[in-house]
Every structure is written in structure tokens, then in C-alpha cells.
């Protein structure tokens, strides 16, 4: 059998080069349409078992975080459940994945895919959890639902939103975690979330990206966390949607969730450039974060980005926005693409089941929280 690569499906991304040799199987990554961003893969190899591969990505040298292929080891998987972390290096601007697959088609992605599926299959398991509402707050530009899930009916607003970048799929793996234990009646602390709290949960802000098999945009080539205070239908209907919402239902907690190229770490970086940001909004950001580094040793606050100048945020990150808009805990959550440095599990470095742990965590995080708001 001779070897077939291909990315056609549900978030692939690759295109080949020339696949006649396996030791030498040279890739490109395609670029985000209508943007020069790239990262993202996800491809099928297919008649290797047994053999000796190297998969070159030639491009990489060129992608949007060159900076995150520095001790990054790509993953793989033969059953499209579990994946693991395969020997990668990179040098002279290319990223070799070096393999021998002990079956006969494996996937090889930059992280844990996220299939739209999966995502579908989410949305129907929750939706009949008791006291659970499903909303379409409206459609992307290619006319896929943007799911809206709200939990709970107490009088404070929680907003919680993930993959605005479609390739940061750690971050729907997150909202796995967190959605089944909010959802869970016998959870002692989801109990007293929900009833102290109603949550409005998008657990994926760019479903036409992610089927596209994008890094950071939608299907026009935006990036949607530039888009909030300025969205429009016409550019970025998903932001603009969502925003409407919360300017219905305000906000008193907003928790967006990313993942970050470059830094091996699980932090969250807050809202501390926007103007008006004052020591109040810096006292219960500085307890959330403590709090979390309490709770998980795989979370912690040493490293991270640098806060803004006063007066210096970028007012159409999410983040930003929403907390000039509400004056409310405004925070965003980021996750490696690589391992937690800090605690580290070399075989599958970070990893899906990290992120659902690390999701449902968060709402012991919350509860202790929220007498705060």
C-alpha cells in the first residue's frame, strides 16, 4: 500500500508537497483563508505502519508563533481519542515529526483536535441536563448556529467563552470539564452555583474557523478577539451576536479561554490596562488567580504576560472591552499548546483530559469568588 496523506475533514489542515518518499514526506500548512496567519495542522497518513516517517512542515518558519515550536512536540493518534506526543524538532525553519506508526492510518495534529461534531454532540448531551437552556444567539457567516447555553437562575451573570481562535482547541476541551460538572446535580459546588449565579456559556466562538481548520480567524480572515466594541454582522456576526446578548443580560464575571503558542504555562491575564482599572479590580483578579494556583498545581501565576500600561489595553480584545463595559472580574484564561512547565507529563504533555480538569476546577475558583462581585 502506498502512502496517502490527506486534511480533507472536519479541521484539517496541510498541504503536500511531495509524500513519494516516507523519509523524507515534505508538508506545508495552509494558511488561514483571507489572513496571512498559520499554525494549525491536522492531516491523516495512511499505508505507514511499520515504516519510518519524517513529515517536514517546511513552512513553519513562517507561522504566527515561531516562537511556539521551540521544545514543542506535535501529537498523534490512532483511534482519534487518546493522543499522545511524538519525537518533533525544529531547525532552519521547519518542523520534522518523526514517527513509525503501529497502525495503519494515524493523524498527526498541532493539538488534540476539536471536531465540529464533537462540538454537536456536546451541545445535545447538555441541553437536557436539568435546568439547562440552549439559545442560538445567531448565525456564523457560513451559517453555522452560535450555541449559547445558559445554567442556573441566581442573581449574579457569569459569561464564559471559548475558541475564538479556532485552533486553540485545548480551550473547548476545557468547557468539556467545566459544562459536565456545572451540570452535575450530585456536585456540591455546581448546586451552589447554580443557584447563586445564571452562567451564559459559548463553548465555540468560531465554529467556521474550526471547521476550516483555521489558527486564529473566521472564515473572512478576522480575528474575532480584535472585533468586540467594533463587530459588525457583516465581518464578524459572531462577536456581534454575543455582545448583544451580554448588553441584555450585563455581566459581573467574564471568563474567556484561549491557548497560547509560546509560553509552556496555564495562566490568566486580566484587564489591568484598560483605563479606569483600579486597585478594587486588581485585588479580586490577584484572588482568582491565588485561588486557582490553590486549587491545581497545574495552574499558576509566576509567568505570563506583562500587564499593559495604564491606559495602554487593546480595547477590542474581549477581555478588555467587557470589562470597560461592565467594570466587572473580566479575565482571560490561557493554556499551552506544549506541556505545564511547572508540572509536567512528558508522554502527552498538555493534554485534553488536562483541559477538562482544569475546566471543571474553575468552578470551585468561582464559588469562592463570587461573594467578591
Known amino acids: 500500500m502506498s502512502l496517502s496523506i490527506t486534511a480533507a475533514f472536519d479541521g484539517g489542515n496541510i498541504e503536500i508537497v511531495d509524500a513519494s518518499d516516507p523519509s523524507d514526506v515534505q508538508l506545508n500548512i495552509r494558511k488561514d483563508a483571507g489572513s496571512e496567519h498559520y499554525q494549525w495542522f491536522f492531516f491523516r497518513v495512511s499505508g505507514a505502519k511499520g515504516t519510518a516517517l519524517t513529515l517536514r512542515l517546511m513552512n513553519a518558519g513562517g507561522a504566527s ?21 511524538v519525537p518533533t524538532t525544529y531547525d532552519d ?23 465540529v461534531e464533537r462540538h454537536n454532540i456536546l451541545i445535545a448531551d447538555v441541553q437536557n441536563a436539568p435546568g439547562v437552556t440552549l439559545r442560538v444567539l445567531g448565525q ?107 448588553e441584555r443580560t450585563g455581566c459581573d464575571l467574564f471568563l474567556d479561554v484561549h491557548g497560547d503558542e509560546g509560553l509552556p504555562y496555564n495562566f490568566i491575564a486580566g484587564a489591568e490596562g484598560v483605563p479606569g482599572f483600579d486597585a478594587k479590580a486588581q485585588e479580586t483578579l490577584d484572588a482568582y488567580r491565588g485561588i486557582l494556583a490553590r486549587l491545581t498545581p497545574d495552574f499558576q501565576t509566576e509567568f505570563g504576560y506583562a500587564p499593559d500600561r495604564p491606559g495602554g489595553a487593546e480595547m477590542s480584545i474581549a477581555t478588555h472591552h467587557v470589562y470597560d463595559r461592565f467594570k466587572c472580574l473580566s479575565m482571560t484564561l490561557e493554556m499551552p499548546f506544549k506541556d505545564a ?9 498538555w493534554s485534553p483530559e488536562r483541559s477538562r480538569k482544569l475546566g471543571a476546577v474553575n468552578l470551585d475558583a468561582m464559588l469562592e469568588i463570587l461573594g467578591r462581585l
Not at 95 to 114: E, G, K, Q
Open 93 to 115: 525553519g521547519e518542523l520534522v515529526i518523526r514517527d513509525t506508526p503501529d497502525a495503519d492510518a494515524v493523524w498527526y495534529a498541532y493539538f488534540a483536535p476539536y471536531p
Open 65 to 85: 508563533y515561531p516562537d511556539g515550536w521551540t521544545d514543542y512536540h506535535a501529537v498523534s493518534s490512532s483511534d482519534r481519542e487518546f493522543w499522545f506526543r
Open 341 to 349: 512547565a511547572n508540572h509536567p507529563e512528558p508522554d502527552q504533555g
Open 140 to 246: 456564523t457567516l457560513e451559517g453555522q448556529t452560535m450555541d449559547c447555553l445558559t445554567v442556573g437562575d441566581g442573581p449574579k451573570t457569569i459569561w464564559v467563552t471559548a475558541r475564538q481562535h479556532p485552533g486553540e482547541t485545548m480551550a473547548e476541551w476545557w468547557m468539556e470539564g467545566f459544562l459536565e460538572r456545572l451540570t452535575d446535580t450530585t456536585d456540591p459546588v455546581a448546586r451552589m452555583l447554580r443557584r447563586d449565579a445564571t452562567f451564559h456559556i459559548v463553548p465555540n466562538m468560531n465554529p467556521d474557523g474550526s471547521c476550516r481548520g483555521h489558527l486564529r480567524t473566521n472564515a473572512k480572515g478576522i480575528n474575532l478577539n480584535r472585533e468586540w466594541g467594533r463587530s459588525s454582522d457583516e465581518k464578524s456576526p459572531e462577536v456581534h451576536c454575543v455582545s448583544a446578548e451580554m
